[in-house]
């Protein structure tokens, strides 16, 4: 493989050698470099063999000069340094999330990737892999992340705010006070996830699945769970009030310690509860 990342590295400086010692040129091939491996990686997995999956790899990287029509070039820099510096640095922000754009189109993937504190919001990144990466407090609000994959990320006061997170996958992952506020959880699947103080506000509940996951503290107050499953999880001090709970799975769940005050359920998520000895005073039958 080592071999292979000097190809890979080679071919980024010849496709950007035509542009110079552009901003930003450090971060965009450091990222790339990381997504090409990846999809040779997978190309190899694929049974391909050595020469395929590099020919495979480079094709998929497309035309830099699309890349280069969103990179901040220096002549365009202002004559006040303290504004060109500023304005550089939010037009790098800006080239990086396109990078990342155009990058995904060629079905590239983020995994090992430190994209802390970037800005990945209103981007399609459909069936992306962001496995392993450093995403804290990284904004994907009104994302599509429809398939995405978070094994053992660190995603730390992230933001998911309005994203499209169906049938996502969160493994190993730290999620502790990450916004799920308004994203459509619908299939998602959270296991062996610590989300401590985790925000689900207005979050689309329905077929959710958190699995040998923490969610301690977590508030799903005034919420409708239609088929979500905690088996094996813990929630202990989380809160239920008011919420309405439809064919809801606590199997092997800690419950004792969550609070169903208010709370509205079915007779089955009812009797699972009552058999995990949780409290249950103030809980209406439907």
Same mark, same amino acid.
């Given at each position: 493989?080592?071999?292979?990342?000097?190809?890979?590295?080679?071919?980024?400086?010849?496709?950007?050698?035509?542009?110079?010692?552009?901003?930003?040129?450090?971060?965009?091939?450091?990222?790339?470099?990381?997504?090409?491996?990846?999809?040779?990686?997978?190309?190899?997995?694929?049974?391909?063999?050595?020469?395929?999956?590099?020919?495979?790899?480079?094709?998929?990287?497309?035309?830099?000069?699309?890349?280069?029509?969103?990179?901040?070039?220096?002549?365009?820099?202002?004559?006040?340094?303290?504004?060109?510096?500023?304005?550089?640095?939010?037009?790098?922000?800006?080239?990086?999330?396109?990078?990342?754009?155009?990058?995904?189109?060629?079905?590239? =993937? !983020?995994? +090992? &990737?430190? #994209?802390?504190? /970037?800005?990945?919001? *209103?981007?399609? @990144?459909?069936?992306?892999? $962001? %496995?392993?990466?450093?995403?804290?407090?990284?904004?994907?609000?009104?994302?599509?992340?429809?398939?995405?994959?978070?094994?053992?990320?660190?995603?730390?006061?992230?933001?998911?705010?309005?994203?499209?997170?169906?049938?996502?996958?969160?493994?190993?992952?730290?999620?502790?006070?990450?916004?799920?506020?308004?994203?459509?959880?619908?299939?998602? =699947? !959270?296991? +062996? &996830?610590? #989300?401590?103080? /985790?925000?689900?506000? *207005?979050?689309? @509940?329905?077929?959710?699945? $958190? %699995?040998?996951?923490?969610?301690?503290?977590?508030?799903?107050?005034?919420?409708?769970?239609?088929?979500?499953?905690?088996?094996?999880?813990?929630?202990?001090?989380?809160?239920?009030?008011?919420?309405?709970?439809?064919?809801?799975?606590?199997?092997?769940?800690?419950?004792?310690?969550?609070?169903?005050?208010?709370?509205?359920?079915?007779?089955?998520? !009812?009797?699972?509860?009552?058999?995990?000895? /949780?409290?249950?005073?103030?809980?209406?039958?439907?």
């Amino acid at each position: 493989m080592e071999n292979t990342e000097k190809k890979l590295r080679k071919f980024l400086d010849e496709a950007f050698a035509p542009y110079g010692d552009f901003p930003a040129r450090v971060d965009i091939t450091k990222e790339l470099l990381v997504n090409l491996q990846e999809k040779y990686k997978d190309c190899k997995k694929q049974g391909m063999s050595d020469d395929e999956a590099y020919k495979a790899t480079v094709d998929s990287f497309g035309d830099a000069a699309e890349i280069m029509e969103h990179m901040p070039h220096s002549e365009h820099a202002g004559n006040d340094a303290a504004e060109s510096e500023q304005n550089d640095g939010q037009s790098i922000r800006k080239s990086l999330k396109e990078a990342f754009r155009l990058a995904k189109k060629s079905n590239s =993937k !983020f995994s +090992a &990737t430190d #994209l802390q504190r /970037a800005d990945l919001s *209103d981007i399609d @990144l459909i069936e992306a892999d $962001f %496995s392993f990466s450093a995403l804290k407090a990284t904004s994907f609000e009104r994302s599509n992340l429809s398939r995405a994959t978070f094994r053992a990320a660190d995603l730390r006061d992230a933001t998911f705010a309005g994203a499209n997170l169906t049938d996502a996958t969160f493994a190993g992952s730290d999620t502790q006070n990450v916004r799920f506020d308004g994203a459509n959880l619908t299939g998602t =699947k !959270f296991k +062996a &996830t610590a #989300l401590q103080g /985790a925000s689900l506000e *207005d979050a689309i @509940l329905v077929g959710t699945k $958190f %699995s040998y996951s923490d969610l301690g503290g977590v508030s799903f107050d005034g919420q409708t769970l239609t088929g979500v499953v905690f088996d094996k999880s813990s929630l202990k001090d989380a809160t239920f009030k008011k919420a309405t709970l439809h064919d809801v799975s606590f199997h092997h769940s800690d419950v004792k310690q969550a609070v169903f005050d208010g709370a509205s359920m079915d007779k089955v998520t !009812f009797a699972l509860l009552k058999a995990g000895k /949780a409290s249950l005073e103030n809980v209406t039958i439907i």
